[in-house]
């Protein structure tokens, strides 16, 4: 009956929504491109249809788009209008942002919007859900992410798979003086590569080949995201009815991925019933010996998990290097960081907790270049603003962490500079800098409130190690100039990331 009342809608509408579009264009010239240099004012709204107009000529650089309104806004926040009534709030503001994450976290959920556009692909998975099952998915993932597992971790994972498989290839590139066309997709696969070690005891050697999963993973990313933000929802499920265009890609690419996800459980749950005691508890083991034997969920989780492992941490890694690349100087200094030690550590995690110049310059590319561009909630009942802005039952809240890292409010005149040394403060009696956190609802690129990312420790550590390791040995330099920032869920180097490789010896 659904299905019929879609189709039926689409009928009615698409005539004289097609019409309506068509005069408006017509009317008035093609927007320009915004950029951070322009003045971008909030988009006019139109009867029925609202902003579409607006959203549709800007979909191609929609996180700077919305950037711009915000840093414009005395605010930094405004409300987007999208079609048929429905209202999505933006905000750059950290007040505000406190309030969604913190003080009134109970009002903001997930909700009906983000779970319908993400149910096929991530299902009950930790990303998708509130409440009970969300709690249940974080409290057993917490045991994930002790000191011993990162320890295990690092040296028995990022350590195995840097010097057995990454560091080879990249010295293969050196001697044969070969760019590597993108960088930026080694890094993922090599991420993926890490993630399904230490969370399910499973190696699926993408470093070493492309496999076609990883293909699949990527298409089902991108076509739910284009699901959440498109104009017209309706499109895309009329679509999903007839099996047509980008939902039968998503139908082929998700059954890809749960066939992966479904053999690596299978695998695991083979291995607990052939073995009494595991010699180590994974993230895998912990849900099924918890008495979770329901297959789909399970597989939801793990499909969460591995969209989680591979694009954040990769993602974060290749806008660093280019970074350096760029910024010779902040180089040098992780150089010196990483090659001049005084003290003998016990322990890889001990020497990582040490690289404070190089955790400065992480948090100051994560600033400018955030794997996860926004993060949107779902009013579940009216609610006041700090700042005064009314918020309604049912509207889409997101606070834009790209803005929000880009704004000259929060970060003064010089919010554009790459300068690691604004995380830094000198110590004159010990000789040595201490890192200044900032505020997580200032700094949201992991989050914060309850909803926190668990692997935030985790991922530094990661990402302190395959830095380190890389720049002892390595010069990554870029071949790309100004390249651009994309994203869906989470953001992207647009084009890849070319690369040569210099051996420093």
């Not at 492309?210 to 293909?215: C, D, N, V």
């Not at 561009?373 to 005064?388: I, Q, T, W, Y």
């Not at 720049?471 to 790309?480: E, Q, T, W, Y």
Request: overall charge positive; aromatic content about 10%; glycine content about 4%.
């Amino acid at each position: 009956m659904e299905y019929e009342i879609l189709v039926w809608l689409l009928l009615l509408f698409a005539t004289p929504l097609c019409f309506l579009a068509t005069k408006l264009i017509k009317s008035k010239p093609p927007p320009s491109p915004p950029s951070s240099t322009t003045t971008t004012t909030v988009p006019k709204v139109y009867p029925i249809i609202g902003s579409v107009l607006s959203i549709i000529a800007n979909k191609h650089h929609r996180i700077q788009w919305l950037s711009d309104i915000l840093h414009a806004s005395p605010s930094s926040t405004f409300v987007l209008h999208r079609g048929f009534g429905s209202r999505q709030l933006f905000t750059a503001n950290p007040t505000v942002v406190h309030h969604i994450l913190k003080t009134n976290f109970p009002l903001y959920h997930k909700g009906p919007t983000m779970k319908c556009a993400l149910n096929d692909f991530l299902g009950q998975g930790i990303f998708n859900t509130d409440g009970p099952t969300w709690k249940l998915q974080r409290q057993i993932s917490s045991h994930e992410f002790s000191n011993h597992t990162l320890r295990k971790f690092i040296e028995t994972v990022v350590d195995v798979e840097l010097s057995d498989r990454l560091l080879p290839l990249l010295d293969d590139a050196s001697r044969n003086k070969t760019i590597i066309p993108d960088f930026q997709n080694i890094l993922q696969r090599f991420t993926l590569d890490n993630i399904c070690k230490i969370a399910f005891g499973f190696d699926p050697e993408c470093i070493l080949r492309e496999a076609p999963f990883t293909t699949a993973l990527t298409d089902a990313t991108i076509i739910c995201s284009k699901r959440l933000n498109g104009a017209f929802p309706l499109i895309w499920k009329t679509k999903k009815l007839l099996n047509l265009g980008s939902e039968k890609r998503l139908k082929e690419a998700i059954s890809e991925v749960k066939d992966l996800a479904r053999r690596i459980m299978r695998e695991k749950k083979k291995e607990l019933r052939e073995k009494e005691t595991l010699d180590s508890m994974d993230l895998l083991s912990r849900f099924l010996c918890s008495g979770h034997s329901d297959e789909e969920f399970v597989i939801d989780i793990i499909i969460s998990f591995i969209v989680a492992g591979r694009d954040t941490t990769s993602i974060a890694l290749t806008w660093f290097f280019w970074l350096l690349s760029k910024h010779p100087h902040v180089e040098e200094e992780i150089l010196k960081e990483v090659t001049q030690k005084d003290t003998v550590y016990t322990h890889a995690c001990e020497e990582m907790k040490d690289m404070v110049y190089t955790h400065a310059a992480l948090c100051e590319s994560l600033r400018l270049y955030p794997p996860v561009p926004m993060n949107s909630k779902e009013a579940m009942g009216d609610d006041v603003l700090p700042n005064g802005t009314l918020v309604k039952r049912g509207w889409r809240v997101t606070y834009h962490i790209y803005a929000m890292g880009r704004s000259e409010k929060i970060w003064g005149p010089d919010w554009a500079e790459f300068r690691p040394e604004r995380w830094l403060s000198w110590e004159e009696a010990e000789g040595r800098w201490r890192f200044q956190a900032v505020d997580a609802f200032t700094y949201p690129v992991f989050q914060a409130g309850q909803r926190v990312c668990l692997g935030k420790e985790m991922s530094f550590l990661q990402m302190k190690r395959m830095v380190a390791g890389i720049l002892r040995r390595f010069k990554v330099v870029s071949n790309v100039a100004e390249p651009e920032y994309g994203g869906y869920f989470t953001s992207f180097m647009v084009g890849g990331f070319p690369v040569t490789i210099q051996n420093r010896n």
